[in-house]
């Protein structure tokens, strides 16, 4: 009985939560929008750029396209950088239609807000229930199409450059790349979001602010595993005002648009037939690029 119901529990994996990236091309990264239109379609603008000089790019969302703060200039914290108005359901609808037209070259890792949709905690952070909120703006039949989006979310990226990608800090304890395919997002709606960076692993790929480097090094050796060794993890969550931080020699957090002024909003453009190191082999105005140079 028990071997059976496990089975069934691992016949259940139709969704792959680990995305492999084309091994030639250019990436593009991109963090947390949190509903901001104007950046989203400026990123927009640099891969349909890259498109036409013939790059071959692949452009992806490390999450968070959602939830976002409605607030007048005058009452808006300045530490949260350049004033928006949060346009999530446009947003919504315009990844959509980019994601279709361009299949396979475009894509977006699940961030806890859009977790907070199907199966995650309801989050607080601009609204009491933001996530209640949200579905009740752009009304149900919509919210129904973004729960299914969501759903269909990765949650990791890996590529054969060395680099890999995650919404939140890479705090997490895998045995191997297998384990990733096997999260299951449901069931998490009463947990703590307080608690939810320190449970593994889907809570800590989704909530975790930091990351010791020994950590990181020992996620990036099991995520590999028979695969190409990996060596960089990128990832946003948190908000970086200078627009991107090393720690270490693994990891970057990006920061492209939430919470930033302007000059310092920066994304990441990476060849993917290359092969990067180290996070220090990420240099500004080659790999680290100005969103609004
Ligand atoms: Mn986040």
């Not at 989050?123 to 129904?144: I, L, M, N, Q």
């Amino acid at each position: 009985m028990l071997l059976s119901s496990f089975r069934r529990k691992r016949k259940s994996v139709e969704t792959p939560r680990l995305l492999r990236l084309p091994a030639r091309g250019r990436l593009l990264i991109c963090t947390d929008l949190h509903g901001n239109l104007g950046d989203f379609r400026r990123v927009r603008e640099l891969f349909l750029a890259s498109l036409a000089a013939g790059e071959d790019p692949y452009l992806l969302f490390t999450g968070d396209l959602i939830h976002g703060p409605e607030c007048e200039p005058e009452d808006w914290p300045t530490f949260l950088g350049e004033h928006y108005v949060d346009e999530s359901g446009t947003l919504c609808e315009e990844y959509l239609a980019l994601a279709e037209r361009f299949a396979g070259q475009v894509g977006c890792l699940l961030g806890n807000h859009e977790h907070s949709h199907v199966g995650g905690p309801h989050t607080p952070k601009f609204w009491p229930d933001e996530t209640a909120h949200f579905e009740e703006v752009v009304g149900e039949a919509r919210a129904a199409r973004y729960r299914a989006l969501f759903a269909a979310m990765p949650l990791v990226a890996v590529s054969a450059c060395g680099v890999a990608v995650t919404h939140a800090a890479p705090n997490a304890r895998i045995a191997g790349p297998e384990e990733i395919d096997r999260i299951s997002l449901e069931g998490f709606e009463q947990a703590d979001i307080w608690e939810m960076a320190e449970s593994q692993v889907l809570g800590a790929l989704l909530w975790a602010r930091e990351c010791r480097p020994e950590v990181a090094r020992a996620f990036l050796d099991a995520l590999a595993g028979e695969g190409p060794r990996l060596d960089v993890v990128i990832y946003g969550h948190e908000i970086v005002s200078e627009g991107f931080e090393r720690v270490g020699e693994e990891q970057l957090v990006l920061s492209t648009s939430f919470g930033v002024a302007r000059p310092n909003k920066y994304y990441l453009s990476l060849d993917l037939a290359g092969r990067y190191p180290s996070v220090q082999e990420l240099r500004v105005g080659v790999e680290l690029l100005r969103l609004y140079p």
